[in-house]
Structure formats: structure tokens, C-alpha cells
């Protein structure tokens, strides 16, 4: 039974989606503001998070940035904020999906079964025998999902690293932001490609000596990213 912690600050949406997901066979967690949903999250681990933004105390983006330092679960953003900008900022701190109020509580429930969905399947699909990639300093570990650079370990969301892997695996080929969007979020996601281009910056950041000259992950302008071997 998968376990999800609801965080809202308004008890009657709270109770809308807790009926909900009990309803489709979930042990449901609760939480009223920031502060409680941090304590939730470590005293119950769940397996999914449904986070609302604006809430007392301790606000939704904090919550997910201390989730991220030591979890890389599924986490969908339920907010009445419904600004570009802070859909990409969510994206950018590593965020799964993001719905909109006022929602329909059964599209809830199905994004967060697709969801878990493809988290079990990413996890599933992990061969332990599976070999190490290195180049130039890079290495990867598809079974641990393991990133070194110069064997220092490196940080990397879920996301950050379905999209790096996807790259590595398909070396010198150019994939549009559409393209890379479907390999991740799969059709399951409603959303645009500027989440790709977030997560294609966070991993320059995090593997690249020079954001300005990458030489791992190139664009192409215009056309879309690859990752480079010569």
C-alpha cells in the first residue's frame, strides 16, 4: 500500500484529497503547514508527496528543498500559484509534477499513480550487473544510479539523473526538448519543455567545469541537446 503525505493548509482540500486516495487504496498522511510536513516526512517516509506552496510557518519550496537533501521521492505541487515562474523554480528544485487549484481530485489521483508508476519502473529496470560508464572523468553507475566526477560523488535528483542516463546511452545524437520531455515524464506528464531546459542547466552546474563550454552536454541552437564523445 503506498504511502502519501497531503500537506495543505486548508483542512477542507486537505480532506478532499486524503477521501481521495484512501479511496484508491492509500495509507494517507496529513499535514496543516510547513513545519508539520517536514516532521511527517521524516517520522512516516512516505512514498509520494502532495505539497501545496503557500503554507504557515515554513513555506512549500522549503519543504521541497529539505525533502531533496535526502530524498529523491515523487513529489507533485498542488498550489493556487500558477505563475511560470514558479513552476520552473518547483521543476528546478526537483519537483515531479504540478497541478494547479481548483483540480480535479480524480486527475490527482491519476497523475500520482503515474507517478509511482514510473518511479517502480526506473527502479525495476536497474540491472545490478550492469556496467559502468566513465569518459573523461565522468563516471555513472546505472545500477547504484551512483555519479562521480573525478571520483567525487555528485548529487543528482531523480530526474536529473533519467535525463543525464538518457543521454549517455544515446551518445552524439541530437534529442529535442520535446523529445527528452516525453523520455522522462512520458505522455503521463501536462506540462511544457521548459522543464527540460531546467534540468539540462542544473546538470551543467552539477558535471560541467564551464556552464559556457560544456563538454559533456552540448546544444545545438535551435534544434536541441546531446551528449558528446569524440
Not at 505541487?77 to 497541478?99: A, P, Q, T
Request: hydrophobic share 40%; with cysteine.
Amino acid at each position: 500500500m503506498p504511502k502519501v503525505l497531503v500537506v495543505d493548509d486548508e483542512p477542507k482540500i486537505l480532506k478532499i484529497v486524503e477521501h481521495c486516495f484512501i479511496r484508491e487504496g492509500y495509507e494517507v498522511i496529513t499535514a496543516l503547514d510547513g513545519s508539520q510536513a517536514i516532521e511527517q516526512f521524516h517520522r512516516q517516509e512516505p512514498d509520494l508527496v502532495i505539497l501545496d506552496l503557500m503554507l504557515p510557518h515554513v513555506d512549500g519550496f522549503q519543504v521541497c528543498r529539505t525533502i531533496r537533501e535526502t530524498s529523491s521521492i515523487p513529489i507533485i505541487i498542488l498550489s493556487v500559484r500558477n505563475e511560470e515562474l514558479d513552476k520552473i523554480l518547483g521543476f528546478n528544485l526537483g519537483v515531479d509534477d504540478y497541478l494547479s487549484k481548483p483540480f480535479s481530485p480524480v486527475e490527482l489521483c491519476l497523475r500520482a499513480k503515474a507517478v509511482l508508476r514510473r518511479t517502480r519502473q526506473e527502479q525495476s529496470t536497474l540491472d545490478p550487473d550492469s556496467p559502468t560508464f566513465s569518459h573523461r572523468g565522468l563516471r555513472i553507475n546505472p545500477a547504484t544510479r551512483e555519479i562521480f566526477i573525478d571520483d567525487v560523488p555528485i548529487e543528482l535528483t531523480a530526474k536529473e539523473f533519467d535525463l543525464l542516463w538518457f543521454l549517455v546511452k544515446h551518445p552524439n545524437k541530437v534529442f529535442t526538448r520535446k523529445q527528452l520531455l516525453y523520455q522522462i515524464w512520458q505522455t503521463d506528464y501536462y506540462g511544457n519543455d521548459d522543464a527540460v531546459t531546467v534540468l539540462i542547466s542544473r546538470l551543467r552546474e552539477k558535471i560541467e567545469q564551464s556552464k559556457s563550454q560544456p563538454s559533456f552536454i552540448r546544444t545545438l541552437r535551435g534544434v536541441g541537446y546531446k551528449f558528446v564523445i569524440e
